[in-house]
């Protein structure tokens, strides 16, 4: 039997009898089954060097199929490589040992969260909100295991949490469902079966239309309101502005709508001033989003280039990041000078509102807001390019309406 080849089964290596013998797998050459007199390994054998070479995988029981066939596999490549496993460190066989009984094992809510950011792309932003939630809100089950945690207790955290925050409570849900998901084929048992059961117990607010309805925000700030808060803007003066980053900052969210967190990060490798283009990153799909600038926002970035000594356009001394981050003090003492309550995110609406009144066709405004078309028919859309005239013309429009009889004001500061 130990020169012919098998496909190697769960069902075929069960039923093997006790006998001494390999069997040697049809699929994954160099793969094998080893039978001893009172158990069942796996293998691999392959020549390393010009010497033949076997080496043991793992004992049948402890892993599964797929799991030795995923580990034969590697190991294979590494000896093609010229290496011999049977040199391995201990550290390595330990480590291996580890990593196996991960696999097989039912987690805690924190290892689960901790092998699902290992695993998962990321942005920095969401593993801070990750980071939040489990440190804060889901707390008191981080050394719960994940099949411990049942639908009671997702209603009644869910409750407890909507006490304070709706939205976090909702939040803290949706982040929840996501590791428990991830878990469900992540972490298999002997049989390669989910050793967690298929049903999410976060779907019991689904069952039960327990989610918090979270109304969205749909202020931005009136035309009529502009003038004063332009005004207050101009009008800030605190510590830290000693380069008017504050204020040059919030200017450039309300003349270009990006968002706070991508503006917050543009590097002067972004500001084009030959051809008077300014860049973002979309942080929802990671694709740059290129505007021209309108007259005011160029001197605006002009100056700011020739004063600013940093690779960000907005710098900070005291963040990590090196640029500005979150700057809502400053945002509460324009809101109280001025009277006019706003957020980051209004500014973008504001910009939005602006630019939807404006009497261009439809795809010029698609340009300004980078939004996409919803119907994945319009291949026209596809086909339009918007020239930079339009939009810049479109930029100069929407800076006038904002600015309003201040634009010339404002701009000759710049120019000084």
Known sequence: MSNTRVKLTKTF???????????????LIGFAVRVNASYKTYIVEKKVKGKSVRSTIGLYGNLTLAQARELARKQLTRMTRG???????????????????????????????????KHKTLKPRTILDYNVVMHKYLCDWKDIKMDEISRSMVQSIHTKLSKDSKAQANMAMRVYRAIYNFSVEHYLDENDKPTLESHNPVLTLNN?????????????????????????????DDRGQHLETNRD?????????????????????????????????DPKNGEPHTLPM???????????????????????????????TNISKVRGKINASCGVAFTFHDLRRTFSSIAENLDYERYTIKRLL????????????????????????????IENIILGPYKPEYTVIFQK
């Open 13 to 27: 290596i069960d039923q093997l009898d006790l006998i001494p013998a390999i069997y040697r797998d049809s699929e």
């Open 249 to 281: 900052f919030l200017l450039t969210l309300i003349l270009t709508g990006f968002r706070r967190d991508e503006c917050e990060s543009i590097p002067w490798t972004s500001i084009d001033l030959k051809y008077k283009r300014i860049t973002s990153i």
């Open 370 to 397: 980078n939004h996409k078309e919803k119907d994945d028919y319009d291949v026209t859309s596809s086909y339009i390019q918007v020239s930079d005239k339009t939009l810049r013309e479109a930029m100069n429009a």
């Open 83 to 117: 290496v011999n496993p049977n040199e391995s460190t201990q550290k390595e066989i330990i480590d291996e040992k580890v990593k196996t009984e991960l696999l097989c094992s039912i987690p805690t809510l924190y290892e689960a969260y901790q092998n699902y950011i």
């Open 294 to 324: 309108g007259d005011f926002l160029f001197e605006l970035m002009k100056k700011r280039r020739a004063n600013v000594q940093s690779d960000w356009v907005f710098p900070s001394a005291k963040s990590v990041s090196g640029h500005i």
């Open 208 to 236: 039960k239309n327990a989610w918090n309805k979270i109304k969205r925000r749909k202020t931005y700030i009136n035309e009529d309101q502009l003038p004063d808060w332009i005004r207050a803007v101009f009008n800030y």
